[in-house]
């Protein structure tokens, strides 16, 4: 076990300048909102694969010269959506409409969620003890790389697309699209 050494005395700050921001920026909510619709916008168009490792070797010494995680994008483009809901958290919250629609897409997810953890556990309880023995199973959870894995992500972002429609149908009636600006 490393062990951690904490400094003595107190703690001092020396230059509080470099730790603040320019003294003329302002938290804009509206350009907060656009930065997040652009994430989703961004996320959403990519291809949904999953994260993997990419390894670079050195041919004569067949030693790792590099690894490079690229990131998984279908969950960047959920955490993206789920971002932008929670930015929009007031306005949400003050239309109705948008609200209900949000909360059954919600329960849709939890629904889907438990249909594929049950679907796993009923065909997991079914195999024979050799298998079983064999198995990656993770009880309570789904088997990365499964059948039941990649079909609960499928409709995960299915169901993560219909809430950023969503998200942005109560955008265009708010009329948020035509006070922003836009660059060329």
């Given amino acids: 076990m490393v062990k951690r050494e904490e400094p003595e005395g107190d703690f001092e700050l020396e230059d509080l300048e ?19 619709i652009n994430r989703v916008l961004e996320t959403g168009s990519k291809e949904m694969s999953e994260g993997w490792w990419d390894f670079k070797k050195d041919p004569s010494s067949r030693e790792y010269l590099e ?28 239309n ?27 065909c997991y309880q079914k195999m024979s ?21 990649k079909n609960w992500t499928a409709e995960k972002i299915e169901l993560y697309r219909d809430m950023s429609r969503e998200i942005f149908r109560l955008l265009a009636r708010v009329k948020h699209f035509r006070t922003m600006d836009v660059e060329a």
């Fill in 18 to 36: 470099q730790f603040r921001g320019e003294k003329d920026q302002k938290y804009s909510h509206e350009a907060s909102i656009q930065k997040a």
């Fill in 129 to 149: 003890r050799v298998i079983k023995e064999k198995s990656l199973h993770q009880r309570g959870g789904l088997i990365q790389n499964e059948f039941w894995h």
């Fill in 96 to 122: 109705k409409e948008t609200l209900d629609a949000l909360k059954e897409i919600e329960d849709e997810i939890d629904s889907r969620y438990k249909f594929w953890i049950e679907s796993e556990e009923e």
């Fill in 67 to 94: 690894k490079k995680w690229h990131p998984d994008s279908r969950e960047e483009f959920i955490s993206s959506v789920k971002m932008l809901r929670d930015i929009l958290v007031a306005e949400i919250e003050s």
